[in-house]
């Protein structure tokens, strides 16, 4: 598994400050953000955001991640009753015992 350095990090971070500010996610933009925060990153991370940023719209992206899917798909319908069968009446579930507190003798 691959996992993401800090300085790519802090970039990508500094692209998502400048896209919620609604300014331009720009290098120069990033690095300025990463400067006053007092992080150094390699200059072509913030060059390859900026590029990959062109790609595809930010924000969007982020609701997209932020929205739940349709999941797996919920169990299908009952089947119906076989014609002429008289529905059985319903029962009434017994309430689940109440569970008792020992006493541990502290």
């Known amino acids: 598994r691959a996992e993401m350095s800090s ?20 290098a120069a933009g990033m690095e300025k953000i990463l400067a006053a925060a007092g992080c150094k990153a390699p200059g072509y991370y913030a060059c390859m955001v900026e ?16 929205t739940p899917g349709a999941g797996g798909g919920g169990g ?9 069968a008289a529905a059985a009446p319903a029962k009434k579930a017994a309430p689940p015992p ?7 003798g502290f």
Not at 76 to 84: L, S
Not at 98 to 104: F, G, L, P, S, T
């Open 7 to 26: 300085d790519m990090m802090a970039v990508s971070y500094a692209a998502l400050i400048l896209q919620d500010e609604g300014m331009p996610i720009d």
């Open 98 to 104: 109440e569970e008792e507190e020992e006493d541990m």
């Open 76 to 84: 299908g319908a009952a089947a119906p009753a076989a014609a002429g």
């Open 51 to 66: 590029k990959a940023s062109k790609c595809f719209d930010l924000k969007e992206l982020i609701t997209a991640a932020s």
